[in-house]
């Protein structure tokens, strides 16, 4: 799977926007670019997903750069329960693309 | 409706031991995966099933480890003769479809995880 680069944490205050951003430079033309998040102290849970189009969801906004090596995550306005590790993940649109390849992802610190 | 269930949500076992994490997938849903998670990490794939067929095992670190969902719905997976190094949190994830063309559409559920350790 191709490899994603994302900053460790980023921090941000309470309904303020945040721009997670994610680098993915030897990206595929098939790769689809997954987001998923996880809260302290529970299992991931899926954010968003696109190919090439940004896209928007009632959770965020994913922002995708017209030649697909980065993207950026949009929290539009962070609240508390915002704070979690949010991981970027690509997926192959063939057949091995079952499994989800996490990084490291980048920590979330979300202050009142 | 009823999410991912895991069970035990904890386990402490002595070195040696064989131990069985239950997963119990959201209904209908066709594909299970098992993940293990180090702390401060993000969760490494461990095994796949779609239906009752283990598509892909080649996560597993060793031939310790095992799984099975034989009628295509609860999943287990077992450790055998438990090592410290086999600590860790151990979680399950269900999805409606699985790989293929369709694959990357379909989002992973994932339970709240088993914390196994190893003493």
């Known amino acids: 799977d191709a490899k994603t680069t994302q900053p460790n944490s980023m921090e941000s205050n309470e309904e303020e926007p945040v721009h997670l951003p994610c680098n993915h430079s030897?990206?595929?033309?098939?790769?689809?670019i997954h987001w998923y998040r996880q809260l302290p102290s529970q299992g991931p849970e899926y954010v968003i997903h696109?190919?090439?189009s940004n896209v928007n969801n009632r959770m965020a906004s994913l922002a995708i750069a017209e030649d697909r090596k980065s993207s950026t995550l949009i929290l539009h306005r962070a609240t508390l329960r915002d704070a979690a590790v949010y991981y970027c993940i690509l997926r192959d649109r063939g057949g091995s693309n079952y499994k989800l390849t996490f990084g490291k992802g980048t920590l979330l610190t979300v202050n009142p | 409706g009823a999410g991912v269930s895991q069970s035990p949500r904890y386990k402490v076992t002595k070195r040696g031991q064989d131990v069985a994490l239950r997963c119990d997938p959201i209904?209908?849903?066709?594909?299970l995966y098992w993940y293990r998670q180090a702390l401060g990490q993000g969760p490494e794939f461990l095994t796949y099933?779609?239906?009752?067929?283990?598509?892909?095992k080649s996560g597993l670190p060793n031939d310790r480890f095992s799984a099975e969902r034989p009628e295509g719905s609860i999943s287990t997976l077992t450790i055998q003769r438990t090592e410290q190094r086999d600590s860790a949190m151990y979680r399950c994830?269900?999805?409606?479809?699985?790989?293929?063309?369709?694959?990357?559409?379909?989002?992973?559920?994932f339970g709240p995880g088993t914390r196994l350790t190893v003493t």
């Open positions: 209904s209908g849903h066709v594909s």
């Open positions: 030897t990206i595929s033309g098939t790769d689809y």
């Open positions: 994830a269900s999805s409606l479809g699985g790989g293929g063309s369709g694959g990357t559409s379909y989002e992973q559920y």
């Open positions: 696109g190919l090439t």
């Open positions: 099933f779609n239906y009752e067929a283990q598509q892909d």
